[in-house]
């Protein structure tokens, strides 16, 4: 008996301290799981019953909440009836390009079928969104809000708030994304949206011409004397928004996981495919609530006064509802500069700390050598082998069947050319598969020409670039001397004026395939995008994770795609070690209860 406590004791122990060892190894760098199913739902936001793409049944999608370092896990069934993929856009998938969610690095995930992604939110914090990445879908939903949270040993630039509040807002159409693809394929511009919603709800009856009854609107609940976070991200289609709380002030803090210099505005211009948060302060009588307004820009406002988002912020000692004129939006119609001197009044908060223990400008972007230029010039769309096409430079980018990093891992021919141009062409333009080749580590400019009469924005995947000039007319070299070399933001998303430029500058440290895009979906649709591919001549896994285990195939490479099973079930190897780990925990205990 003596002997056979002192095998059970040691058994336990051995037990105990393997789950040890394995909580030890995960206890660091958690993993957060989430279940996403992907599916039509009828809603009505503007009135008007439509098939909208839901996540877990709701529109807009659940709000993904993680802590820098943390593994995300999204398993994703696909419950549509057309292909999927989705993009986590801001996240910068350090060293794993395979899980960004487009057609350049994912094979997109069939009808029926579910795929878990797999990545670490690594180094990042601030406020980004997720959404379909594929035939236009986000037109219908499918997004949603992603914060990330600093770690408890990194302090953040301001008192921590009373609450977190997410906020989405875009223009939206009563037709769904099918019928909008329809259109661009026909040839035909898309014409005025029929609204703008707030956290996928219409505007509130403001006025009794412009709004129709029966439309249910956003309310935002607040403590009275309270400071909240409010974070904005603009998923919409193609309008640029002003952002506005009524005699509320905004005090910017961070925009695409950089902290800024904080600064009051009372509206902020937020263009297609931004975020931001703010700091608000509840600090206004409750006589009322107050409006929460997102209106377009960029337009003619008076002809598109009915594309304006509406919510309420409702204090919850409020004595009566939101009433009379809405707060007014900028008046800089003859004044061009206006909202530009906004996005230049835009500067990172170089003393606070980022993701990691050491402050955002010990990055010295402007004192680092620029090792490649490329001047990326759009035009209004033209008409390439009969159909209506969007370019940039010259090239309206083609996707190819097989994936672009899958081509480069399986060593697939002819896929695409490493022969995007560093200045934009002068012979007709063309549809090609033509990327840009990127130096690994090193420091590329690139300039972002917009040469048409609407606001553009540009997003890279991958990375987090500097915003360093921005300007009216054409880019030369000498408008490298109106050039921010010290405090421009790092953002993902940037946007470019009518007749204007942008310059951003780039540290090639992340290896992969990454999109660069506009984000006008239209645009973006129409061809409107390229790739920048980096590759570390002497490949590791300390630069680049492998190729993940459930990678799907397709293209040229369909043959090594296996079928799947379409049921529910997961089979992360992570969620399978903590589940080992659990069982091996209470084996443990039913040991030390026997003996």
Same mark, same amino acid.
């Given at each position: 008996? *003596? *002997?056979?406590?002192?095998?059970?004791?040691?058994?336990?122990?051995?037990?105990?301290?393997?789950?040890?060892?394995?909580?030890?190894?995960?206890?660091?760098?958690?993993?957060?799981?989430?279940?996403?199913?992907?599916?039509?739902?009828?809603?009505?936001?503007?009135?008007?019953?439509?098939?909208?793409?839901?996540? !877990?049944?709701?529109?807009?999608?659940?709000?993904?909440?993680?802590?820098?370092? !943390?593994?995300?896990?999204?398993?994703?069934?696909?419950?549509?009836?057309?292909? #999927?993929?989705?993009?986590?856009?801001?996240?910068?998938? =350090?060293?794993?390009?395979?899980?960004?969610?487009?057609?350049?690095?994912?094979?997109? $995930?069939?009808?029926?079928?579910?795929?878990?992604?797999?990545?670490?939110?690594?180094?990042?914090?601030?406020?980004?969104?997720?959404?379909?990445?594929?035939?236009?879908?986000?037109?219908?939903?499918?997004?949603?809000?992603?914060?990330?949270?600093?770690?408890?040993?990194?302090?953040?630039?301001?008192?921590?708030?009373?609450?977190?509040?997410?906020?989405?807002?875009?223009?939206?159409?009563?037709?769904?994304?099918?019928?909008?693809? /329809?259109?661009?394929?026909?040839?035909?511009?898309?014409?005025?949206? +029929?609204?703008?919603?707030?956290?996928?709800?219409?505007?509130? %009856?403001?006025?009794?011409?412009?709004?129709?009854?029966?439309?249910?609107?956003?309310?935002?609940?607040?403590?009275?004397? /309270?400071?909240?976070?409010?974070?904005?991200?603009?998923?919409?289609?193609?309008?640029?928004?002003?952002?506005? $709380?009524?005699?509320?002030?905004?005090?910017?803090?961070?925009?695409?996981?950089?902290?800024?210099?904080?600064?009051?505005?009372?509206?902020?211009?937020?263009?297609?495919?931004?975020?931001?948060?703010? #700091?608000?302060?509840?600090?206004?009588?409750?006589?009322?609530?107050?409006?929460?307004?997102?209106?377009?820009?960029?337009?003619?406002?008076?002809?598109?006064?009915?594309?304006?988002?509406?919510?309420?912020?409702?204090?919850?000692?409020?004595?009566?509802?939101?009433?009379?004129?809405?707060?007014?939006?900028?008046?800089?119609?003859?004044?061009?500069?206006?909202?530009?001197?906004?996005?230049?009044?835009?500067?990172?908060?170089?003393? *606070?700390?980022?993701? =990691?223990?050491?402050?955002?400008?010990?990055?010295?972007?402007?004192?680092?050598?620029?090792?490649?230029?490329?001047?990326?010039?759009?035009?209004?769309?033209?008409?390439?082998?009969?159909?209506?096409?969007?370019?940039?430079?010259?090239?309206?980018?083609?996707?190819?069947?097989?994936?672009? =990093? #899958?081509?480069?891992?399986?060593?697939?021919?002819?896929?695409?050319?490493?022969?995007?141009?560093?200045?934009?062409?002068?012979?007709?333009?063309?549809?090609?598969?033509?990327?840009?080749?990127?130096?690994?580590?090193?420091?590329?400019?690139?300039?972002?020409?917009?040469?048409?009469?609407?606001?553009?924005?540009?997003?890279?995947?991958?990375?987090?670039?500097?915003?360093?000039?921005?300007?009216?007319?054409?880019?030369?070299?000498?408008?490298?001397?109106?050039? !921010?070399?010290? +405090?421009?933001?790092?953002?993902?998303?940037?946007?470019?004026?009518?007749?204007?430029?942008?310059?951003?500058?780039?540290?090639?440290?992340?290896?992969?395939?990454?999109?660069?895009?506009?984000?006008?979906?239209?645009?973006?649709?129409?061809?409107?995008?390229?790739?920048?591919?980096?590759?570390?001549?002497?490949?590791?896994? /300390?630069?680049?994770?492998?190729?993940?285990?459930?990678?799907?195939?397709?293209?040229?490479?369909?043959?090594?795609?296996?079928?799947?099973?379409?049921?529910?079930?997961?089979?992360?190897?992570? %969620?399978?070690?903590?589940?080992?780990?659990?069982?091996?925990?209470?084996?443990?205990?039913?040991?030390?209860?026997?003996?």
């Amino acid at each position: 008996m *003596a *002997a056979a406590a002192i095998t059970s004791t040691l058994w336990s122990v051995l037990l105990i301290s393997i789950c040890l060892l394995l909580g030890c190894a995960f206890a660091e760098d958690p993993f957060v799981n989430y279940d996403f199913v992907v599916s039509y739902i009828t809603a009505s936001p503007l009135g008007v019953p439509q098939q909208v793409i839901a996540v !877990n049944g709701k529109f807009p999608g659940p709000t993904i909440n993680v802590t820098t370092n !943390n593994h995300l896990v999204v398993n994703v069934r696909n419950k549509l009836d057309e292909n #999927l993929l989705l993009h986590w856009s801001g996240i910068q998938q =350090r060293r794993s390009s395979w899980q960004d969610g487009v057609l350049g690095t994912n094979c997109p $995930i069939p009808p029926k079928w579910n795929w878990t992604y797999q990545f670490q939110v690594k180094d990042q914090i601030g406020s980004f969104f997720y959404f379909p990445s594929l035939n236009f879908q986000r037109a219908s939903g499918g997004f949603g809000s992603i914060i990330v949270n600093n770690r408890p040993i990194i302090s953040i630039p301001f008192d921590t708030p009373y609450g977190d509040i997410t906020v989405v807002i875009g223009d939206w159409y009563t037709q769904n994304h099918t019928a909008l693809r /329809k259109t661009l394929n026909a040839g035909k511009e898309l014409g005025m949206p +029929d609204g703008v919603l707030v956290n996928g709800k219409g505007p509130y %009856r403001y006025n009794d011409t412009l709004v129709p009854a029966g439309i249910d609107h956003e309310k935002i609940t607040v403590e009275p004397g /309270k400071t909240y976070r409010i974070r904005v991200s603009n998923v919409g289609i193609s309008t640029s928004l002003n952002f506005r $709380i009524q005699s509320h002030n905004l005090l910017l803090t961070e925009t695409e996981g950089s902290y800024t210099v904080q600064q009051n505005y009372t509206s902020l211009d937020i263009h297609v495919g931004q975020s931001y948060s703010f #700091l608000l302060t509840t600090d206004q009588n409750a006589s009322s609530d107050y409006y929460i307004v997102a209106s377009a820009r960029f337009v003619n406002e008076t002809t598109w006064q009915r594309v304006t988002g509406v919510a309420v912020l409702h204090y919850t000692n409020s004595k009566g509802k939101a009433s009379g004129p809405l707060p007014d939006p900028p008046q800089d119609q003859f004044d061009r500069t206006y909202s530009m001197n906004q996005a230049r009044s835009i500067r990172w908060n170089v003393s *606070a700390s980022g993701a =990691r223990p050491n402050p955002q400008g010990s990055f010295r972007y402007g004192s680092i050598n620029v090792t490649e230029v490329y001047v990326l010039e759009n035009k209004p769309p033209v008409t390439i082998d009969g159909k209506r096409r969007s370019t940039l430079s010259g090239i309206s980018f083609a996707n190819p069947a097989t994936p672009l =990093r #899958l081509a480069d891992e399986y060593k697939v021919k002819g896929v695409y050319k490493l022969d995007f141009p560093t200045r934009p062409l002068t012979g007709a333009p063309r549809i090609g598969t033509s990327v840009i080749n990127g130096t690994y580590r090193g420091f590329m400019e690139v300039i972002l020409q917009n040469n048409e009469t609407k606001m553009h924005t540009y997003h890279m995947s991958g990375y987090a670039f500097f915003v360093v000039g921005m300007d009216y007319g054409v880019w030369t070299e000498n408008s490298r001397g109106t050039y !921010n070399k010290w +405090d421009g933001v790092a953002r993902s998303t940037t946007q470019v004026y009518p007749g204007a430029w942008t310059a951003i500058l780039i540290s090639l440290d992340n290896v992969g395939v990454w999109n660069l895009r506009t984000e006008n979906l239209d645009s973006w649709y129409l061809g409107q995008e390229t790739y920048v591919r980096v590759v570390n001549p002497e490949p590791n896994n /300390k630069t680049e994770f492998p190729m993940p285990d459930n990678a799907l195939f397709c293209g040229s490479l369909s043959k090594l795609q296996k079928p799947q099973d379409t049921s529910f079930a997961t089979s992360i190897k992570y %969620r399978g070690l903590n589940l080992v780990y659990t069982s091996m925990l209470m084996v443990s205990v039913l040991i030390s209860m026997f003996y």
